[in-house]
């Protein structure tokens, strides 16, 4: 039987920067992917897709087993113990293929797109295959070494990508994107036993590893897929598959950040939770929640103040509609992030109810204001529901959090204070950049200056608050220690980390 292994928290950075670098490297691949196919494909097309995707998102989650998350947690790991959550994974993959092609018919009927049944029974295979990816992998994770990981991923992007495109272009048809959602998968599946083979025995011997996290997190899946996927149920009802389409992929794009970033880094973090805590919970909450907003809300912030020309770059001008509904998602994003990492100290004490509990209040609230909206004024009302179940469960997150990881309302609001007025005044000075009549030669230079703009603001922004405070040990610590050592590796040396104002942080 392997044991937990010891992990530094230098070890938790370096398997961030990998697991982020993967994810940045398989969304730049999706990013290509999608600069062609928006070319080559319309909403429609899009719009379509996301119908059959949406149930399989749905079922998909509602039957969410946390192997993974089981096994990095796990004291030790046996080959007994991944043979049970093979056979798990692959129950949980027949379940899911059988459900949905029983329910593709239905579905077609009540959107009345006979192309569904094809379309949701093909597309089904995806989540079958990343089920059965081997669970062996789990072996790197909790070692902290996340490059088989990479490569596992990376490739399984770039054979869809070549796939998609190449369907795109010769039949300009959304069996493209159909190509590549299931082709990643596929691909992962194959080379994940190439990197961490294992001997294939159905067996359920080892169920209780795995039970104790199945019955709330089913319940809380059931309820998150609701609370993500109610909007793309009821819209098509009201709205046409070419407005529907608008507004999925302007979700899509949205939802780039947390998958790039922000998801990717939860596994290093609940491998260095669990294998040992230096701080309490609620400082180590507040330290993890504040990282959260500090490093992704300028990036919604940025990209709702450059929706135009961003939307006009990676989309091409015949989606320029949907610049308004990009702007508000990446708003309610930001809304979203306090509280976002409540989910890992919940799964590290085994919690989940907890869990469950805040994304029922979601939803309670959610569908009352989805159904209202959505028939009175369509894709406006969606948007208006998201902001109010969004500000009601962040604050039942803060009230939780506050109950089991003794993390008080006030300190939680307390890390947020400071990135906020920073993105405020990073926005303005962008803003003011990318109005000046200084940039004839195109979009990107405006892109890029703004951008440049924005990251210079907020970053000394960020820097001068935190400074002004008394340099209270939050994630700005780490952070400007890390650029404390980086100008020492430059060669300014004691110079350097003096005029970065982080001497003792170097240490």
């Known amino acids: 039987m392997t044991e937990t292994p010891h992990i530094r928290p230098g070890q938790t950075i370096k ?44 079922v998909e989650a509602i039957f969410e087993l946390p192997l993974s998350a ?15 959550a093979f056979t ?15 329910i593709s018919w239905p579905i077609a009927l009540l959107y009345g797109e006979p192309q569904l049944v094809g379309l949701i029974c093909v597309l089904a295979l995806a989540p079958v295959m990343r089920g059965l990816i081997s669970p062996r992998m789990v072996m790197f994770a909790r070692a902290m070494n996340f490059r088989p990981e990479v490569m596992m991923e990376v490739s399984g992007k770039v054979v869809a990508a070549i796939a998609a495109i190449a369907i795109a272009v010769s039949t300009a048809s959304y069996w493209a994107l159909v190509a590549a959602t299931v082709l990643g998968p596929m691909v992962m599946m194959v080379a994940s036993y190439g990197m961490a083979p294992m001997r294939i025995r ?24 609701m609370n993500w996927q109610l909007d793309r149920m009821i819209l098509p009802r009201f709205v046409a598959a070419h407005s529907f389409g608008q507004y999925t992929i302007s979700s899509d794009l949205v939802s780039i950040p947390f998958q790039a970033l922000l998801y990717p880094l939860t596994r290093p973090l609940l491998a260095m939770l669990a294998a040992g805590r230096q701080d309490s919970l609620g400082d180590a909450y507040l330290k ?27 989309l091409g001008e015949k989606w320029a509609d949907i610049t308004p509904v990009f702007q508000a998602l990446c708003l309610i994003a930001i809304l979203r992030l306090p509280g976002s990492a409540m989910w890992i100290f919940a799964l590290l004490l085994n919690r989940l109810k907890s869990v469950t509990i805040r994304l029922m209040v979601e939803l309670l609230a959610y569908v009352p204001l989805a159904l209202v909206g959505i028939a009175l004024w369509g894709i406006a009302g969606a948007i208006a529901a998201k902001v109010g179940a969004t500000m009601i469960a962040t604050v039942t997150s803060m009230v939780l959090i506050r109950d089991f ?3 008080r309302i006030v300190d939680q609001l307390g890390v947020l204070y400071r990135p906020v007025i920073s993105n405020g005044l990073a926005v303005m000075s962008a803003y003011y950049v990318a109005q000046a009549q200084l940039f004839e030669a195109g979009v990107i230079v405006k892109l890029l200056a703004s951008g440049g703009v924005f990251l210079t603001v907020y970053l000394g922004a960020v820097y001068c608050l935190w400074a002004l405070v008394g340099r209270p040990g939050s994630f700005e610590t780490l952070a400007f220690r890390m650029a404390a050592r980086s100008v020492s590796t430059v060669g300014m040396g004691a110079w350097g980390r003096k005029w970065i104002g982080a001497r003792s942080l170097s240490k």
């Open 288 to 314: 993890v929640s504040g990282g959260v907003f500090l490093l992704m809300s300028p990036i919604f912030a940025f990209m709702a103040c450059m929706a135009g020309p961003l939307v006009g770059l990676i």
């Open 15 to 58: 398997a961030g920067f990998w697991v982020i670098g993967s994810k940045l490297a398989s969304k730049l691949v999706d990013f290509a992917s999608l600069l062609v196919l928006a070319r080559c494909l319309g909403p429609a097309d899009f719009g379509l897709v996301a119908m059959a995707m949406t149930t399989i998102f749905i």
């Open 88 to 102: 798990l994974g692959l129950l949980r993959g027949l379940t899911i293929g059988t459900l949905l092609a029983a």
């Open 70 to 84: 089981a096994l990095i947690r796990s004291v030790g790991i046996s080959d007994e113990i991944l043979q049970t």
């Open 405 to 407: 990881a003794g993390a």
């Open 202 to 225: 159905l067996t359920l011997k080892n169920w209780r590893v795995f039970s104790d996290l199945v019955g709330w997190n089913m319940l809380s899946q059931l309820i998150s897929s």
